[in-house]
């Protein structure tokens, strides 16, 4: 039997350099489809959050508007209470504003 003839070096050295090129294609592949699915579940996870602000905003904004409307009726309320309180004491509160009035002038 008749040995291989011996291999051109420079065959082998291109070969090994197409071989090596083809496995960091690969490899670049293998990662970007990873850094692909892992950017989609990002993408998605920052859509879910983003949507769940946006409901926590309109939940506080119908709670404060909720409130403003409250203490308007409250404020409604008190000052009602109190003009009518005043009408009906008012000849009181004028003696002690008179009373109060003649102290502080001594």
Do not use: C
């Amino acid at each position: 039997a008749k040995a291989p003839a011996p291999a051109d070096p420079q065959v082998v050295r291109e070969a090994s350099m197409e071989r090596k090129i083809a496995a960091v294609r690969k490899r670049d592949r293998v990662r970007l489809t990873g850094w692909k699915k892992e950017s989609d579940l990002v993408q998605a996870e920052l859509g879910r959050l983003l949507q769940h602000a946006a409901s926590e905003v309109a939940r506080v904004r119908e709670l404060s508007e909720g409130i403003s409307e409250r203490e308007k009726m409250l404020e409604a309320y008190g000052n009602r209470e109190f003009w009518q309180f005043a009408l009906t004491h008012a000849r009181d509160i004028e003696g002690l504003l008179a009373r109060t009035k003649a102290q502080a002038e001594g």
